[in-house]
């Protein structure tokens, strides 16, 4: 498997975040920057809209970052990403099917980039916990995540190669999801599409 965790997030300061969405895009209103693992996410307010300003980092290919670009050109001609209305007794609902909604409009979306061999994809669970559950201190913890991987390999894994595949965002964890008020939830950061079986 590649190394796809690469080098940490580019080192871009907030003023020159501010420069490139000024001079580029006409955005003024700073409001903070946003926490990512590789990347760099910059929030700006304009008029009656929030933007977002992502530098990708300096190791990503130049395809990929293009096949991120146009998975969400493609979403946003079906479905808005940004504008629907959870109660908090139903948060995680619309959530996940705000999540549905992004990868059944993806199903169509076809790159050659997305078939890549990355981290977080879910084909490499069996991997990517072998290799780190020995940093789980609790010994509890870890026989539970070691039982839940045995249930994936003795279920899930088996049906891999009847499972249709499709492009999927692949993301959507606590940094990726930006609450910007109780009316307003946006998924964000499409650095993570990718090819992936699912049912």
């Given at each position: 498997?590649?190394?796809d965790?690469?080098?940490?997030?580019?080192?871009?300061?907030?003023?020159?975040?501010?420069t490139?969405?000024?001079?580029y895009?006409?955005?003024?209103?700073?409001?903070?920057?946003?926490?990512?693992?590789h990347?760099?996410?910059?929030?700006?307010?304009?008029?009656?809209?929030?933007?977002?300003?992502?530098?990708?980092?300096?190791?990503?290919?130049?395809?990929?970052?293009?096949?991120?670009?146009?998975?969400m050109?493609?979403?946003?001609?079906?479905?808005?990403?940004?504008?629907?209305?959870?109660?908090?007794?139903?948060l995680i609902?619309?959530?996940?099917?705000?999540?549905?909604?992004?990868?059944?409009?993806?199903?169509?979306?076809?790159?050659?980039?997305?078939?890549?061999?990355?981290?977080?994809?879910?084909?490499?669970?069996e991997?990517?916990?072998?290799?780190?559950?020995?940093?789980?201190?609790?010994?509890?913890?870890r026989?539970?995540?070691?039982?839940?991987?045995?249930?994936?390999?003795?279920?899930?894994?088996?049906?891999?190669?009847?499972?249709?595949?499709?492009?999927?965002?692949?993301?959507?964890?606590?940094?990726?999801?930006?609450?910007?008020?109780?009316?307003?939830?946006?998924?964000?950061?499409?650095?993570?599409?990718?090819?992936?079986?699912?049912?």
């Open positions: 498997m590649s190394n965790l690469r080098t940490l997030s580019s080192e871009f300061s907030i003023d020159e975040a501010k490139i969405a000024n001079q895009y006409g955005l003024n209103q700073f409001i903070c920057q946003l926490p990512n693992e990347d760099q996410n910059f929030l700006f307010h304009h008029e009656q809209s929030k933007f977002i300003l992502k530098i990708s980092n300096i190791d990503e290919i130049y395809s990929v970052i293009h096949m991120q670009n146009r998975a050109e493609h979403i946003n001609n079906r479905i808005s990403l940004a504008n629907y209305r959870p109660h908090t007794s139903k609902f619309n959530l996940e099917k705000l999540r549905g909604q992004i990868d059944k409009s993806l199903m169509k979306f076809k790159d050659e980039c997305a078939k890549r061999d990355i981290y977080w994809n879910i084909i490499n669970a991997y990517i916990i072998n290799k780190y559950k020995n940093l789980i201190i609790d010994k509890n913890h026989q539970i995540i070691e039982n839940i991987l045995k249930d994936w390999i003795e279920i899930v894994v088996t049906l891999f190669s009847s499972l249709r595949q499709s492009i999927i965002h692949n993301d959507a964890n606590d940094y990726n999801i930006t609450v910007m008020d109780e009316d307003n939830i946006n998924l964000i950061d499409f650095g993570d599409v990718s090819n992936i079986s699912y049912k």
